[in-house]
C-alpha cells in the first residue's frame, strides 16, 4: 500500500505533554495491546508524560521495541514490560500486581484489539470467542483488578478504546462491532459505579494507521470484490470529512488528555473523533 496507510514511528514532537501533578513516575499506568499501533503510541505518550507505563501485550517483540523507541525518546517517565495472555485470568491478576509493585495505579488504558472479516454465516465462533475475551473481556476484568487500587490511590481514570464500530456498523466485522458496542457499555458501568473518584471515557476514532488497519485491507478487498485502493478510498474514508486516517500518536494524545485533570468533568463519555464519519451525510 501507499504511504498514507503506512504505520508511522511515533516523534517526539508529536507528543502533547500536559501538565498534571499526578503525572509523574511515582504513578502507573497500565496500557494493553502495548507492542504496536495505538497501543504502543499511549505507552510512549504517558512515559513522556512522566508516568511509570506498564506496557502489557502477547507480542514479547513488539513490547521490546516500544521500550526501545521509549528509549530513543529519552521520555521523562519509563516504560516496564509485562507480557500477558489477556484470555488468562491468572495472568491478569500477575499482571495488575505488577504494575502496583511499580507506585500508585491510577490509569488504565483497554486498547488491546483482534480483527476478523467474515460474514455472520461464515464467522468462526472460536475466533469471535477470541474477541470477545480480548476485546471485552479483559477490558472488564482489568477494571474489576484496577478499580479497588485506583480508589485506595485516591482516584484514577479508566480509557477504553472504542471505535466508530461502537455507534454504527459495517459489514463482515460482527465480533469486532460486538465488542466495541460493549466497550461503550463498560464505560459508562465504570463512571456509574466510580463515585466521582474513577472516571472512564472511551475514545471513538475512525480509521487509524495501524497495523490492525492495514492488515485488514487485503481482506476487505476480496470480501467485497475490490481493489486495495477501493478499501480506502471508499470503504474506510468514503463518509468521513477530513479524508486521511489519524496516527496512532494522535489518539494516544487523547488517551492522556482523558486521564488528565482538564478531564475532570468527562466521565463516562466518548470522544468521538472521526473525521465527521457517524454524524454527516451527503
Do not use: W
Not at 502489557?56 to 516504560?79: C, K, N, Q, S
Not at 478504546?161 to 469486532?176: I, L, Q, R
Not at 473518584?197 to 494507521?209: A, C, M, P
Amino acid at each position: 500500500m501507499g504511504e498514507t496507510t503506512t504505520p508511522p514511528e511515533v516523534e517526539r514532537d508529536e507528543i502533547h505533554t500536559i501538565d498534571d501533578d499526578r503525572f509523574s513516575p511515582d504513578t502507573v499506568c497500565l496500557v494493553t495491546g502495548a507492542a504496536s499501533g495505538i497501543g504502543r503510541a499511549v505507552a510512549l505518550v504517558a512515559a513522556a508524560n512522566g508516568l511509570t507505563v506498564v506496557a502489557t501485550d502477547l507480542d514479547e517483540d513488539g513490547l521490546a521495541g516500544t521500550a526501545d523507541r521509549a528509549a530513543e525518546l529519552d521520555v521523562d517517565g519509563a516504560v516496564e514490560t509485562v507480557p500477558a495472555d489477556l484470555r488468562d485470568d491468572a495472568a491478569m491478576d500477575a499482571l495488575v500486581d505488577a504494575a502496583v509493585e511499580l507506585g500508585e495505579l491510577r490509569y488504565l488504558a483497554n486498547v488491546a484489539g483482534l480483527q476478523h472479516v467474515a460474514p455472520i454465516e461464515e464467522f468462526p465462533m472460536e475466533t469471535y470467542d477470541e474477541i470477545q475475551d480480548v476485546m471485552l473481556r479483559a477490558p472488564t476484568y482489568l477494571a474489576k483488578r484496577c478499580l479497588p487500587h485506583m480508589r485506595a490511590a485516591g482516584g484514577g481514570c479508566v480509557g477504553n478504546m472504542a471505535s466508530v464500530h461502537g455507534h454504527y456498523v459495517t459489514a463482515d466485522k460482527v465480533a469486532y462491532n460486538v465488542a466495541k458496542f460493549g466497550l461503550r457499555g463498560l464505560t459508562q458501568s465504570i463512571a456509574a459505579e466510580g463515585d466521582g473518584t474513577v472516571r472512564s471515557f472511551s475514545i471513538s476514532t475512525g480509521y487509524v494507521k495501524t497495523p490492525l488497519v492495514t492488515g485488514q485491507i487485503p481482506d476487505t478487498a476480496e470480501q467485497r470484490g475490490i481493489s486495495e485502493e477501493e478499501v480506502v478510498e471508499d470503504v474506510m474514508l468514503g463518509q468521513a470529512r477530513t479524508t486521511e486516517m489519524m496516527d496512532p500518536v494522535d489518539v494516544g494524545n487523547l488517551f492522556l488528555i482523558g486521564f488528565s485533570r482538564l478531564a475532570r468533568h468527562l466521565n463516562g463519555g466518548d470522544l468521538l473523533f472521526d473525521g465527521g464519519m457517524t454524524l454527516t451525510y451527503d
